[in-house]
């Protein structure tokens, strides 16, 4: 709301200018604009009217539902509230960050919700839904009913987390596939699955994998949800993230750039980069020493053979925009399946699947690219990989974004970022679903679409 105001002064700076001009030149053809310019006016009044009332709305529905649930189940499983203002953050107001870092370095005050808290009986999802899901913003998306995506996520961490994920990104049109690492505790699986029975649209992956880092299980693990989601006929694009990530786009605006992207991928590729190490050899996967379920990957010595079908592999990221056609032939292409299997003793084929897939233009994967242009454009995700400035702490050289970068991520044009960290900052993610939260209310047009227009995958060569 806030920006489209700031849109339209600078529009109305712009007439003022113009019409200055034209004033020396006919006082008629004045007068004529003036009239435009007060209807201009008035639509823009109107418009902020609007946005505000929906919502005064939307804080009094939410707070009727509340005085409803007179005996409120859910309690225990409220998140602390941060006393800060978020629109001054995403201003970079000096001020307000430090009183953010001053309540943030009070550690005492970051504690999850314990998993175990999330006991959801069936009998409870009702009220459940109501309470913690934001009812609102999903009768909002009416409009976009008909372009369902399809979202699998990865964990093995902090139900609290998942949670307000899922908050962010649920839609009841679209469809949701989680996968609990195999070797979490009962407490995460059972508060996952607790909130899962709720909807009828997200579901538990069929067979859990045991993800370590770096190996053929993370890749597994996305393919495993893949196919558990191919089965709903009708999304048309699907999202892979995993639990620490959030959004950066409301569903609506997800669902705009999606059909700018008509079938297209949107997915990361370097043909410089490449670490020839990571696929030349073979990689196998031992325990660490420690315990027997500690696993760890190792380089061997013995060389692995060229890839099938003459792919060349490209590096790239694990996360992507998948194009329904895409996903159908990752799961029934015997060009795909033979390139899985090879991959299978690489290290992290999650980064180099997806990309070899998209960028080798002879095997015609549906929705990939057409050219080698390196390094790709592309808009699945924001991460910071040192490239500019952290103030958080590093993990695996990227990043964890944090309060400071709010100003930041406000105009990024990413859909995702990764990553964050609930339980080290939860004024980002406070924040984050304030501004998400807002815009979901409200039917903004896509400000950016000449952007994700001219992304590079989209044009014919
Ligand atoms: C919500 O309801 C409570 C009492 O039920 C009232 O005190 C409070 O002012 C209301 N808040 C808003 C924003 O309407
Ligand atoms: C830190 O937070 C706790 C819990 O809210 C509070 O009791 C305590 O006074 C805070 N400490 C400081 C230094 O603000
Ligand atoms: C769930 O756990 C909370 C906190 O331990 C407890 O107060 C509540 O009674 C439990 N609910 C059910 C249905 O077991
Ligand atoms: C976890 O993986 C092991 C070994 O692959 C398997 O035996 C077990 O059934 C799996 N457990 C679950 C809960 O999927
Ligand atoms: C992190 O934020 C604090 C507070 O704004 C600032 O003092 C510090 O310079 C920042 N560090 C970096 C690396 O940006
Ligand atoms: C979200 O909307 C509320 C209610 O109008 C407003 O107080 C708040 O500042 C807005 N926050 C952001 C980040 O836009």
């Known amino acids: 709301m806030h920006y489209s105001i700031h849109r339209h002064d600078h529009l ?3 007439q003022f200018s113009i019409n200055r001009r034209l004033l020396r030149n006919n006082c008629l053809f004045f007068l004529i604009t003036l009239c435009f310019l007060q209807l201009f006016f008035i639509s823009i009044k109107y418009n902020t009217r609007q946005v505000t009332n929906n919502l005064q709305l939307y804080v009094k529905k939410q707070n ?29 107001d000096q001020d307000e960050i430090k009183h953010a870092l001053t309540l943030l370095s009070n550690k005492t005050y970051l504690k999850l919700i314990d998993d175990k808290y999330y006991n959801i009986t069936k009998e409870q999802c009702k009220n459940y839904k109501l309470q913690r899901f934001n009812y609102p913003y999903h009768i909002n998306d009416e409009q976009n009913k008909n372009f369902p995506i399809a979202f699998t996520i990865l964990m093995h961490e902090h139900v609290e987390v998942f949670e307000r994920l899922l908050r962010m990104i649920y839609r009841p049109q679209n469809y949701y596939c ?5 070797g979490t505790s009962v407490d995460v699986y059972n508060g996952v699955k607790n909130i899962v029975q709720c909807f009828d649209n997200v579901i538990l992956v069929s067979k859990r994998e045991q993800v ?6 993370r890749l597994q693990a996305d393919i495993n949800c893949m196919n558990d989601l191919f089965k709903y006929p009708h999304w048309k694009y699907l999202l892979n993230m995993a639990n620490t990530e959030l959004p950066l786009k409301t569903n609506n605006e997800l669902v705009k750039i999606l059909k700018i992207y008509r079938g297209f991928n949107d997915i990361e590729g370097r043909w410089k980069t490449r670490n020839p190490h990571r696929t030349q050899y073979r990689w196998e996967t031992i325990p660490t020493g420690n315990t027997d379920q500690q696993l760890t990957i190792k380089k061997t010595d013995r060389m692995k053979k060229p890839p099938p079908s003459h792919i ?21 292409s015997s060009i795909a399946k033979e390139l899985l299997e090879w991959s299978r003793d690489t290290y992290s ?3 180099h699947y997806w990309s070899s897939l998209n960028f080798n233009t002879h095997i015609h994967a549906p929705g990939s690219y057409k050219a080698k242009d390196d390094p790709t454009k592309w808009t699945a995700r924001f991460v910071n990989w040192g490239d500019r400035n952290c103030n958080g702490t ?5 990043c964890v974004l944090s309060t400071v970068d709010l100003a930041l991520l406000a105009n990024r044009r990413e859909l995702f970022a990764n990553k964050f960290s609930l339980n080290r900052d939860p004024i980002v993610y406070q924040c984050l679903e304030e501004l998400i939260m807002n815009r979901s209310l409200i039917n903004l047009p896509l400000v950016d679409a000449a952007y994700y227009r001219q992304m590079p995958f989209l044009q014919r060569m």
């Open 178 to 182: 989680i996968h609990v690492d195999n």
């Open 212 to 217: 370590v880092y770096a190996t053929f299980s």
């Open 312 to 332: 060349e592999i490209v590096k790239g990221s694990a996360y992507g925009a998948f194009s329904r056609q895409f996903v159908e032939f990752v799961l029934t």
């Open 64 to 92: 009727e539902t509340y005085s409803k649930q007179q005996d409120h189940h859910f309690k225990y499983l409220q998140s602390k509230y941060y006393s800060v203002q978020c629109t001054l953050l995403y201003e970079d």
């Open 349 to 351: 084929p999650d980064e």
């Open 12 to 14: 109305l700076q712009m």
């Open 394 to 398: 590093i993990v695996r050289g990227i």
